[in-house]
Nanobody, 121 residues
Framework: QVQLVESGGGLVQPGGSLRLSCTAS????????MSWYRQAAGKQRELVAV???????DYLDVVRGRFAISRDNAKNTVYLQMNSLKPEDSAIYSC???????????????WGQGTQVTVSA
């Protein structure tokens, strides 16, 4: 059974930094695109950052220049370095990945359980 397990959330003051990690484990043949989403209270979930297996990245405009997504393909892990955090960045952050179980299977979507990030003085 494949799982995505996140870590690194917490409470930070405005202007501070946090680093989120998400590791895929289980019966994995390969991991394709990995992403971070967030959902603030009362708002829709939004895509924050995405990274392909080749390292191409893209960001939500409001986090571009402050957040950085990276991955370690050998560890099936994706990271989100968040700098210059603002109160409006407070949300539950979840990782997402397309995972193939065998060479012949299709890629399946998987979600992590989510980790709370709170930016407050």
């Amino acid at each position: 059974q494949v799982q995505l397990v996140e870590s690194g959330g917490g409470l930070v003051q405005p202007g501070g930094s946090l680093r989120l990690s998400c590791t895929a484990s289980g019966a994995i043949f390969s991991v394709n695109t990995m992403s971070w989403y967030r959902q603030a209270a009362g708002k829709q979930r939004e895509l924050v950052a995405v990274i392909t297996t080749g390292g191409e990245v893209d960001y939500l405009d409001v986090v571009r220049g402050r957040f950085a997504i990276s991955r370690d393909n050998a560890k099936n892990t994706v990271y989100l370095q968040m700098n210059s955090l603002k109160p409006e960045d407070s949300a539950i952050y979840s990782c997402h990945a397309f995972i193939k179980y065998t060479p012949s299977s299709d890629y399946q979507q998987h979600w992590g359980q989510g980790t709370q990030v709170t930016v407050s003085a």
